[in-house]
């Protein structure tokens, strides 16, 4: 699954974005997994409001 | 106590927050990207070759050096190999190659060469036609790695059509003739180019050979004859 980054620069996108769609996934996931959080905060404070 | 029903979906607050979280990550993402690509871009100078330091846009004086494409079995693609490999399939930068009769440019002469050629190549529009690091079209051939293209090389049909004996001397007569060299059936057209726009435009392609394109375009060092023989089959 993880193989040696061989690229003359060394560069974290560069090693996200070794394998097909690897960089998107992971920049998407990052994205919207905070967004979850945001989401159950948001109904939590609806629900204690009166 | 049951839960109170809620809907997050239409609160304006929620979206707020998620707009502002993805508009902010997006914006870091950029700059950060930004400064990632200058590292990558910056062109190298000749201390970098004298250090033997391999950079993605290498120093204008490669146009002193040898430059071939060979496979490397660690990448798993083709890389500008400068000056001779070191047995690993990395660039040596020891063995150099005359560049219309020199191998001693300066920095500065490399430079002012190679910006000549860009701003020739600007000029007259290559693109309009040719790739050049994947931007242009692909009407004409692919330019990026057009120095290493066997149909300049020795014995290759470019040095017999032109009547010249080195790579460079046959590219710059073609690129201030082009009319008169039948290559393909879509002919290159007069574009009235000088003897010292030919010299800077071949300068500016043999740096460009040198750029680390990871392997773009994919599957070049195996054209055996040139562009004719890569459309014909």
Request: aromatic share 12%; proline share 4%.
């Amino acid at each position: 699954m993880f193989e040696a980054f061989t690229d003359v620069n060394h560069s974290f996108f560069g090693l996200l974005n070794q394998g097909p769609l690897t960089l998107t996934i992971f920049l998407h996931t990052v994205i919207v997994l905070p967004m979850f959080w945001i989401y159950f905060q948001e109904k939590k404070r609806l629900q204690n409001k009166r | 106590m049951a839960e109170k029903k809620v809907s997050v979906w239409s609160d304006n607050r929620f979206w707020q927050r998620s707009a502002t979280w993805v508009t902010g990550f997006a914006s870091l993402l950029l700059i950060w990207l930004t400064f990632d690509t200058m590292g990558q871009i910056t062109m190298g100078n000749q201390k970098d070759i004298n250090n033997h330091i391999t950079k993605r846009v290498p120093s204008a004086t490669v146009i002193n050096y040898k430059v071939e494409y060979k496979m490397n079995q660690r990448r798993g693609h083709e890389v500008p190999v400068i000056g001779g490999d070191d047995g690993k399939g990395d660039s040596l930068f020891k063995v150099k190659e005359n560049f219309f009769g020199r191998d001693n440019y300066s920095q500065k002469e490399a430079d002012a060469l190679l910006h000549l050629g860009k701003l020739a190549s600007q000029a007259k529009n290559c693109m309009d036609c040719h790739t050049l690091l994947g931007n242009g079209a692909y009407y004409a051939p692919d330019l990026t790695k057009a120095w290493l293209d066997p149909a300049w090389q020795k014995g290759g049909t470019m040095q017999a059509m032109t009547g010249k004996s080195t790579k460079e001397e046959a590219m710059a007569e073609f690129l201030q003739n082009p009319g008169k060299y039948p290559t393909h059936a879509r002919m290159m057209p007069n574009l009235g180019i000088t003897q010292k726009e030919a010299v800077g435009l071949v300068a500016f392609l043999k740096h460009m050979a040198t750029i680390d394109t990871n392997g773009f375009p994919r599957g070049f060092g195996k054209i055996k004859e040139g562009v004719v023989y890569a459309r014909s089959k």
